[in-house]
Structures are given as structure tokens and as C-alpha cells.
């Protein structure tokens, strides 16, 4: 059954049932054969109502058997025709409005890889879920059942009305004047009711926001023994969705039962005034019998009809906001040069490779080629830069709005195999540093260089692939130990798994498992430690081997034994490698090339560890406790 948001509307339903079509187009035939089978369905009620006219009036009141028993034949093919088509095009339809939301889904999820990463920041996860699970079911659910009921109440009712016309129009007036009143009673009482379900609603959200919280908050909450106060804020809550629930079904439950007495009065009165008009001979008895049907059925059709357009309305206002997500404009992406396999010869020349080799280099296009290009191959129209990680930033501001610059002028290099660290406040500009390198966001002023290439000319897929990122908040997939590690190069062998689990040091742990590399991690590998969670990552990242490796605040949940391991793993990592560290404990970035003090977007201090201690600054307040790192 369809979920009551009566009270949702779309913001263009012309538009939006324009852009459902589009995908219903590409099932003309079926839903062309769907139409003339709902026609079949529809015409048989109706017909079968009418010739109970010529069958009391020709063959019942005559007392021909013979003829009867034909005619009920008869009947009986055209029903049994009606049965099979509403049979068939609801089989039909079912498949049809799968296929329609499986191409919708794909889209939107296809979609939603393209958005970049400031879309996400600007809306919950609750509402992107939102438009996969409920969105989607409430379109499926329209297409399953009001498309084809939404035609066949159109034709039914319209159709019952032409037949009491034709069969007599004094008394159609009788029905045509309640079924006025049945829409004017379901208008107005969908007005009043629209007030109420807006409050449900609210309410609801309240009770959901407040029950997340409290199931994500239960140590919080039994630290504090807030157990009695969060109850009693509950109960509070559970009853103003009470009172509003109450309000908004009453209004709803009315709806039917007073349309179906409505309904049984006009029977009462058009057989009353019907038998008055057979016993006066205005009217015959088959004509009658025919004419009772179509009123005692006319309700239906029209209720029916005015329900289908409210789940229609629903399911366009939940297909726009897919729609309007699809719309949004993704991620741009104008880089030419590319990330390409190569080997390595001899003399130092690449050459382009379909096999990995271990060995990476920029394909870039004549035109775009820096002159450090290193090999030449003009005679092919591009140049081959070998990949080393050299990363320098130019006088580069950036803000994610022009009114709040968050990087001001930073300029900074690391060249291939160096360990830069960063060290500041919160808000400092550390992270959006290391978001910039990757591209998640587009520099404001500047220009940001990869080996001498403008990471603008290169394609963020590519650029991206050349890099690893731990953060501090590792994300593990469904699956296998093994799977999760191989998600940094999805062709790696067992071998290759293994040797980036050693690497890592998480090779012992994850023997000591009940399956060792097979066994399965769910809900973000719930079932390990935080600890052992952050050693899979760095086997990720360390099975991809990256020039460039990003370490956003890694450690800085892990109790210190843990961290002396992780260390390790991530000593052997940076090995021979461009390595960027965010880091709140100064100790594990006490063997870097140069650290870097930022405050308000600023670089305010730079160098080494121990000069950095001389010149008695914020790094040397920091290193002594004088200062606190937030």
C-alpha cells in the first residue's frame, strides 16, 4: 500500500510527468498493448451492466430459454475476455514499471558518482538514502497500480455516466447531483485534512531525529543515567504524533464511509423513483435493472479515480526529487592528460604498457606538455612524464565561499620521496589542503602542480588513482578481509594481498582470525578493532603503491601500543614515497622533511623538527604543552 502523504505535492508536475514518460518511452509497444487491454477490461463491465437490459427485457420476461441461454453465453465471452486482459496487462505492467525503476535507479546512482564532493557536504546522508529506498519504492508503487487504475476508473466512470444517460437522462439527474456532492465533500475534506498531515509529518520527523539520536547516544546516555529524562521527552513526543495522527486519519477515515452511504442513498432514491417511473410505464424493467447497476457501481469508478490522482501527485513529487537530483550539474572535468602503465627500458625511455608493470607515467598531449617531459614522442602527439610525486603549491587561495576564505597565499613543495606534515588548529586549513590535492574542490587563485603538470590538465580519475588517502575515519566494505585490501587495485593477486598486509603489519592479526584473509567484515568491519580497521586501510593503500600518500589525522583515535604498530606499518609505506600528514600528536611527525605551521589559512612557520624547536614559536608551544592543538 501506498504511504499517506496526501499533502505532498510536486513543484512541476508537468514537467516531471514529462521526464517519468521519457522512461515509460522506451516501452511503447508494451505500454500501447497495455492500454488497449485496460480499454477490453473496462468496456466488458460496462457492456456486460448493459445488455441485462435486452436480456430481461427479450429473453427473461418472454420466457425464452433457448435465447437466454445463448445470451448468458455470450456474456460469459466477454466477461471471461475482460478477466484475461485485466489478467494480462496487470503481468504486463508489473515488468514494465520494474524495468522503469531499475532504469531510474541505475541513473540516479550512475549520477550520483559524477556529483562532486561539495554536493555531499551540502546534504545528508538521510536524504540521498532517502531518494534510493522510499523515493523509488513510491514509484514503483504508482506505476504497479495507479497507471492502469487511474485508465480504467477514468473510463468506467465516464462510461457508467454516458450509459444512465442513455438509458434514461431524468433520472441521471438523481446521480449526477450526488456524485456533485461526493467531489465537493472529497475537496473540502481533503483541504482540512492537509493541515493535519503537514503537523504528522512534523512530528514524525521529531520522534525519528529523536530515537536516531538516542540509539547512536546510548553510552552517553547511560553515563549519565539520563535514561528517565529522555523517556519522558519520548512519551511527550509519542503523544503530539498522537493527537496530530488522530486529527489527520479522522478526517481521512470519514472519506470512504461517507461516500459509500452517499452512494446507498442515491440507490435508494433512483430504485425508488425508478420503480415509480417502471410502474407508470415511463420506463421498462430491463432498462431499470441495468440503470440500478450503473448507480449502485458509479460511486466507485469516481472515488477510485480521485484516489489514483493523489498517489499519482505522490509518486511525480518523489520521481522530481529524483529527477532534480539527476539534474544537478556533476563534478567538471576538463583534464586531457592521463595515468598510463609504461615500462621502464634501460636507457630510461617509456614506452605505454596494457600489463601491470609497477611503473606509471603522464600521457600528456602536445599542446599541454611541460617542458621537463623527460621522454619524447611528438611523432605520436603526446609526451610521456614519468610519475614521481612531485606536488608544489603556487600562491594558492581557496574558500568554499568567496565571503570566507579558509587558504590564503599558500605556496609549499614536496618533492618525490619528502614527508611534509601539518600542524595547526582546527579550522587552520590542514585538511582542505590535502582536499585540494585530490581535486575534491577547485582552487580560487593559484595553481596547484603534479611532476610540472597543472593537476587542472589532468583527469581527476587518473589523478586520484596516483594517490592514497588514510583518514581517520576508515571505511570498510561488505565483504572479505582480502576484498577490502584489493579495493586499492582490484587486479592484485593473493600474494600482492598479503605482502601489502605485511607491509601494514596486519598480516598476524588477520591470521589469528577464524578465516584469516576470508573472513567476512560487515557494518564497517564492526567485528575488528579500531586499530585493526586503520591497518586494513594502510594495506589498501599500500597494495595501490601510490607516488603520493595522504594521512589525515590516521591515528589520532588509537591508543598508543596500537599506534607504535600502525607506525611501522605506515614507516614502511612512506618509504620512497611524497608523504602529506595531518597529525594532533607531534610525535609521529617528528622524522619529516619539513613540518608546516598553519593559522587562518596561513603557513605562519615551517621546517624541520628541530629548528622548529629553536626558533621558539607556536610549534615550539605546541612541542612543550604551552599551547594545545585542538
Same mark, same amino acid.
Given at each position: 500500500?501506498?504511504?499517506?502523504?496526501?499533502?505532498?505535492?510536486?513543484?512541476?508536475?508537468?514537467?516531471?510527468?514529462?521526464?517519468?514518460?521519457?522512461?515509460?518511452?522506451?516501452?511503447?509497444?508494451?505500454?500501447?498493448?497495455?492500454?488497449?487491454?485496460?480499454?477490453?477490461s473496462?468496456?466488458?463491465?460496462?457492456?456486460?451492466?448493459?445488455?441485462?437490459?435486452?436480456?430481461?427485457?427479450?429473453?427473461?420476461l418472454?420466457?425464452?430459454?433457448?435465447?437466454?441461454?445463448?445470451?448468458?453465453?455470450?456474456?460469459g465471452?466477454m466477461?471471461?475476455?475482460?478477466?484475461?486482459?485485466?489478467?494480462?496487462?496487470?503481468?504486463?505492467?508489473?515488468?514494465?514499471?520494474?524495468?522503469?525503476?531499475?532504469?531510474?535507479?541505475?541513473?540516479?546512482?550512475?549520477?550520483?558518482?559524477?556529483?562532486?564532493?561539495?554536493?555531499?557536504?551540502?546534504?545528508?546522508?538521510g536524504?540521498?538514502?532517502?531518494?534510493?529506498?522510499?523515493?523509488?519504492?513510491?514509484?514503483?508503487?504508482?506505476?504497479n497500480?495507479?497507471?492502469?487504475?487511474?485508465?480504467?476508473?477514468?473510463?468506467?466512470?465516464?462510461?457508467?455516466?454516458?450509459?444512465? +444517460?442513455?438509458?434514461?437522462?431524468?433520472?441521471?439527474?438523481?446521480?449526477?447531483?450526488?456524485?456533485?456532492?461526493?467531489?465537493?465533500?472529497?475537496?473540502?475534506?481533503?483541504?482540512?485534512?492537509?493541515?493535519?498531515?503537514?503537523?504528522?509529518?512534523?512530528?514524525?520527523?521529531?520522534?525519528?531525529?529523536? +530515537?536516531e539520536?538516542?540509539?547512536?547516544?546510548?553510552? +552517553?546516555?547511560?553515563?549519565?543515567?539520563?535514561?528517565?529524562?529522555?523517556?519522558?521527552?519520548?512519551?511527550?513526543?509519542?503523544?503530539?504524533?498522537?493527537?496530530?495522527?488522530?486529527?489527520?486519519?479522522?478526517?481521512?477515515?470519514?472519506?470512504?464511509?461517507?461516500?459509500?452511504?452517499?452512494?446507498?442513498?442515491?440507490?435508494?432514491?433512483?430504485?425508488?423513483?425508478?420503480?415509480?417511473?417502471?410502474?407508470?410505464?415511463?420506463?421498462?424493467?430491463?432498462?431499470?435493472?441495468?440503470?440500478?447497476?450503473?448507480?449502485?457501481?458509479?460511486?466507485?469508478?469516481?472515488?477510485?479515480?480521485?484516489?489514483?490522482?493523489?498517489?499519482?501527485?505522490?509518486?511525480?513529487?518523489?520521481?522530481?526529487?529524483?529527477?532534480?537530483?539527476?539534474?544537478e550539474?556533476?563534478?567538471?572535468?576538463?583534464?586531457? +592528460?592521463?595515468?598510463?602503465?609504461?615500462?621502464?627500458?634501460?636507457?630510461?625511455?617509456?614506452?605505454?604498457?596494457?600489463?601491470?608493470?609497477?611503473?606509471?607515467?603522464?600521457?600528456v598531449?602536445?599542446?599541454?606538455?611541460?617542458?621537463?617531459?623527460?621522454?619524447?614522442?611528438?611523432?605520436?602527439?603526446?609526451?610521456?612524464?614519468?610519475?614521481k610525486g612531485?606536488?608544489?603549491?603556487?600562491?594558492?587561495?581557496f574558500?568554499?565561499?568567496?565571503?570566507?576564505?579558509?587558504?590564503?597565499?599558500?605556496?609549499?613543495?614536496?618533492?618525490?620521496?619528502?614527508?611534509?606534515?601539518?600542524?595547526?588548529?582546527?579550522?587552520?586549513?590542514?585538511?582542505?589542503?590535502?582536499?585540494?590535492?585530490?581535486?575534491?574542490?577547485?582552487?580560487?587563485?593559484?595553481?596547484?602542480?603534479?611532476?610540472?603538470?597543472?593537476?587542472?590538465?589532468?583527469?581527476?580519475?587518473?589523478?586520484?588513482?596516483?594517490?592514497s588517502?588514510?583518514?581517520?575515519?576508515?571505511?570498510?566494505?561488505?565483504?572479505?578481509?582480502?576484498?577490502?585490501?584489493?579495493?586499492?587495485?582490484?587486479?592484485?593477486?593473493?600474494?600482492?594481498?598479503?605482502?601489502?598486509?605485511?607491509?601494514?603489519?596486519?598480516?598476524?592479526?588477520?591470521?589469528?582470525?577464524?578465516?584469516?584473509?576470508?573472513?567476512?567484515?560487515?557494518?564497517?568491519?564492526?567485528?575488528?578493532?579500531?586499530?585493526?580497521?586503520?591497518?586494513?586501510?594502510?594495506?589498501?593503500?599500500?597494495?595501490?603503491?601510490?607516488?603520493?600518500?595522504?594521512?589525515?589525522?590516521?591515528?589520532?583515535?588509537?591508543?598508543?601500543?596500537?599506534?607504535?604498530?600502525?607506525?611501522?606499518?605506515?614507516?614502511a609505506?612512506m618509504?620512497?614515497?611524497?608523504?602529506?600528514?595531518?597529525?594532533?600528536?607531534?610525535?609521529?611527525?617528528?622524522?619529516?622533511?619539513?613540518?608546516?605551521?598553519?593559522?587562518?589559512?596561513?603557513?605562519?612557520?615551517?621546517?624541520?623538527?628541530?629548528?622548529?624547536?629553536?626558533?621558539?614559536?607556536?610549534?615550539?608551544?605546541?612541542?612543550?604543552g604551552?599551547?594545545?592543538?585542538?
Open positions: 500500500m501506498m504511504k499517506n502523504t496526501k499533502n505532498v505535492k510536486p513543484k512541476d508536475a508537468k514537467k516531471t510527468l514529462l521526464h517519468l514518460l521519457n522512461y515509460l518511452g522506451h516501452h511503447k509497444i508494451s505500454l500501447l498493448l497495455i492500454a488497449v487491454l485496460v480499454c477490453i473496462a468496456l466488458s463491465g460496462i457492456l456486460g451492466t448493459y445488455l441485462l437490459k435486452p436480456v430481461i427485457n427479450r429473453y427473461i418472454p420466457g425464452d430459454i433457448p435465447g437466454l441461454i445463448k445470451m448468458i453465453f455470450y456474456m465471452l466477461y471471461l475476455a475482460g478477466a484475461l486482459s485485466c489478467l494480462f496487462y496487470n503481468r504486463i505492467m508489473v515488468h514494465i514499471s520494474q524495468q522503469v525503476v531499475s532504469e531510474i535507479r541505475m541513473d540516479l546512482f550512475k549520477h550520483t558518482q559524477k556529483l562532486p564532493l561539495n554536493y555531499f557536504d551540502t546534504h545528508t546522508h536524504d540521498l538514502m532517502s531518494h534510493f529506498t522510499n523515493d523509488v519504492d513510491t514509484i514503483s508503487e504508482a506505476l497500480n495507479s497507471f492502469t487504475l487511474l485508465i480504467q476508473s477514468f473510463i468506467t466512470a465516464v462510461g457508467t455516466i454516458i450509459m444512465l +444517460v442513455v438509458l434514461d437522462w431524468q433520472l441521471s439527474l438523481i446521480v449526477i447531483f450526488f456524485l456533485a456532492i461526493m467531489l465537493l465533500y472529497i475537496r473540502r475534506n481533503g483541504k482540512l485534512s492537509k493541515k493535519y498531515f503537514k503537523e504528522q509529518q512534523k512530528n514524525l520527523g521529531n520522534i525519528n531525529g529523536f +530515537v539520536e538516542m540509539v547512536a547516544g546510548q553510552k +552517553v546516555e547511560k553515563v549519565f543515567n539520563h535514561e528517565k529524562q529522555d523517556f519522558e521527552r519520548f512519551c511527550e513526543l509519542n503523544e503530539n504524533l498522537r493527537i496530530s495522527s488522530t486529527k489527520a486519519t479522522t478526517y481521512t477515515g470519514k472519506t470512504v464511509p461517507t461516500i459509500v452511504s452517499l452512494s446507498y442513498i442515491n440507490y435508494a432514491f433512483s430504485a425508488c423513483i425508478g420503480g415509480l417511473f417502471a410502474i407508470s410505464g415511463l420506463t421498462d424493467l430491463g432498462t431499470l435493472a441495468s440503470y440500478l447497476i450503473y448507480v449502485r457501481q458509479s460511486a466507485m469508478p469516481m472515488n477510485q479515480f480521485t484516489m489514483q490522482i493523489n498517489f499519482l501527485m505522490v509518486a511525480l513529487a518523489s520521481a522530481e526529487k529524483i529527477f532534480d537530483m539527476i539534474a550539474k556533476p563534478e567538471v572535468d576538463e583534464g586531457t +592528460v592521463t595515468l598510463i602503465k609504461v615500462l621502464q627500458h634501460g636507457d630510461g625511455s617509456l614506452t605505454e604498457s596494457d600489463t601491470y608493470t609497477g611503473y606509471f607515467a603522464w600521457k598531449p602536445d599542446i599541454d606538455a611541460p617542458p621537463t617531459c623527460s621522454t619524447d614522442t611528438k611523432s605520436t602527439g603526446y609526451h610521456l612524464t614519468p610519475l612531485d606536488v608544489r603549491f603556487h600562491d594558492v587561495a574558500g568554499y565561499s568567496k565571503e570566507h576564505m579558509i587558504l590564503n597565499g599558500i605556496n609549499l613543495f614536496a618533492k618525490p620521496g619528502q614527508k611534509i606534515a601539518f600542524v595547526g588548529s582546527t579550522g587552520a586549513g590542514k585538511t582542505t589542503i590535502i582536499n585540494l590535492i585530490n581535486r575534491f574542490y577547485e582552487i580560487n587563485e593559484g595553481t596547484i602542480t603534479y611532476d610540472g603538470i597543472d593537476i587542472k590538465d589532468i583527469k581527476k580519475a587518473d589523478l586520484r588513482r596516483s594517490i588517502l588514510i583518514i581517520q575515519d576508515t571505511h570498510l566494505f561488505t565483504g572479505s578481509i582480502a576484498d577490502n585490501i584489493r579495493y586499492g587495485r582490484l587486479g592484485a593477486s593473493d600474494e600482492d594481498v598479503k605482502a601489502a598486509a605485511k607491509i601494514a603489519n596486519a598480516d598476524s592479526f588477520i591470521k589469528r582470525l577464524p578465516n584469516g584473509y576470508d573472513t567476512l567484515l560487515e557494518s564497517d568491519g564492526g567485528n575488528l578493532s579500531q586499530g585493526q580497521r586503520q591497518l586494513i586501510a594502510i594495506a589498501r593503500a599500500a597494495i595501490s603503491e601510490p607516488p603520493v600518500l595522504v594521512m589525515d589525522e590516521a591515528t589520532s583515535s588509537i591508543d598508543t601500543r596500537t599506534e607504535k604498530l600502525i607506525e611501522k606499518g605506515m614507516d609505506l618509504q620512497d614515497r611524497t608523504v602529506f600528514v595531518i597529525a594532533h600528536r607531534l610525535s609521529t611527525i617528528r622524522n619529516s622533511k619539513a613540518i608546516m605551521v598553519l593559522e587562518k589559512g596561513e603557513i605562519i612557520e615551517r621546517g624541520s623538527h628541530e629548528e622548529l624547536l629553536e626558533e621558539k614559536g607556536r610549534y615550539y608551544q605546541l612541542h612543550t604551552q599551547f594545545e592543538l585542538e
